[in-house]
Structures are given as structure tokens and as C-alpha cells.
């Protein structure tokens, strides 16, 4: 029987998995980010930055999975930037650089980029990977003023990718969606399950295993 692993801390990210029918186990990772970013350097392409942070993310999870003893097991790691005029950005941390980013991107349309990494561990080993990234362009509202700072008070865009949610809180500003809605929520699941088959595994495999009981 084979594991998912979720190698990400993100509630919306396991939301996603859960309402696809699988309770996978979750291994948080403790990858720097900057340093990853600052190792690829800036001219990097914003989908090998999104794609390769997915997949240290992945990578990092599997010496605490050994260690526990799930030596069969699917790993997938995640990460999302919005890309707007030409750089990524990640998660603001503060409310005045979120309110600064939602000024800019306020009735405008942005890329959210989503990179994935899935990894089949065997015995302890990886013995497949698969990686790619989506992307899905999102078109912004412009909401009043009062209607962001009371946004910004919840302290929601603070900690998400591109100061914004599509599932929560956020949602009130997204006019429309071009691409996959479960990429912008963290995860897509059809490039997911697209990578799952390049490593060998079925989402009927997925549900066998990792069934969650409604």
C-alpha cells in the first residue's frame, strides 16, 4: 500500500487533497526558500524557481519519512508565486507590502504559478520523479478601500502566495480564472495526476490507500 505525503504545512493544500478523497499524511519541510531562490540567482525563469522549490521541498521530507518507517511512499511537494510585471512574488509577511501588492495587481490580471514535484520512494530510496508547474492567470477585482483594509485586518493575505486566497477570504476579489482553480489553491490536480502516472502510480492506487473516510 502505497503513502501520499503531502510535504507542505498549507490547510488549503490538504483541503484540496481531502475533497479529492484521499487523507494523506503530512511532513512539513524545513527548506529556505530565499536560499534556494538566491542559488538559482535572478535570471532564473519563474517556473524553474516555482518547480525547483517544489522539489527541495519534496526531497527534504524524506529522511523524517525513513526515519518513521514509511519507506513506500509517494511524496509530493508544492509551491505557488504570483508573477506579475515580470517578478514573483511570494508571501508578503506584513500588512503594509501586501496592501502596497494589492494596489498594484487591483483590477488587473496575474500568473499563479504552482510548482510540483512528485517522488516515488521505495525501501527508503527515490526510484521515480516527476516534475512541472501550472500556471493559471487571475483576474483581479478592485475593491474599495474599505474593503481592503478590512481584508487586511483578518491577516489572511499575509501569509499566502500573492496576498490573496481563492478559496477563503479572498475570493470576494477574484473576478475570473483563466486555467486550473486547484493550482491556485496550492495543488492542481490534474497535473498531479498527470506526474502521479509518470512515476508509476494510479489515483485509484491513491484511493485504495489513502481512502478518506466520509
Request: glycine share 10%; proline share 5%.
Amino acid at each position: 500500500m502505497t503513502t501520499l505525503v503531502l510535504a507542505s504545512a498549507s490547510p488549503a493544500r490538504l483541503a484540496v487533497l481531502r475533497g479529492a478523497g484521499v487523507e494523506p499524511t503530512v511532513r512539513v519541510s524545513g527548506v529556505d526558500e530565499d536560499a534556494v531562490i538566491d542559488r538559482l540567482g535572478p535570471s532564473a525563469a519563474p517556473a524553474t524557481v516555482v518547480t525547483t522549490l517544489a522539489e527541495a521541498k519534496a526531497r527534504d521530507v524524506i529522511p523524517a519519512l525513513v526515519a518513521d518507517g514509511l519507506a513506500d511512499a509517494v511524496v509530493v511537494g508544492c509551491d505557488s508565486m504570483l508573477l506579475i510585471d515580470g517578478a514573483l512574488q511570494g508571501k508578503p509577511h506584513t500588512v503594509d507590502v501586501a496592501r502596497r501588492r494589492w494596489r498594484a495587481m487591483a483590477g488587473r490580471s496575474a500568473t499563479l504559478l504552482t510548482g510540483h514535484s512528485v517522488l516515488r520512494i521505495r525501501d527508503g530510496a527515490i526510484v521515480a520523479a516527476a516534475s512541472d508547474h501550472s500556471g493559471t492567470v487571475v483576474h483581479f477585482a478592485d475593491p474599495s478601500d474599505e474593503d481592503l483594509e478590512a481584508y487586511l485586518a483578518t491577516g489572511e493575505p499575509l501569509e499566502v502566495a500573492g496576498a490573496f486566497t481563492l478559496d477563503s477570504l479572498g475570493g470576494w476579489f477574484v473576478e475570473r480564472l483563466e486555467g486550473d482553480p486547484s493550482s491556485v489553491i496550492g495543488i492542481g490536480l490534474p497535473l498531479v495526476r498527470r506526474l502521479l502516472g509518470e512515476v508509476g502510480t494510479s489515483v485509484a492506487q491513491l484511493w485504495a490507500a489513502n481512502a478518506l473516510v466520509r
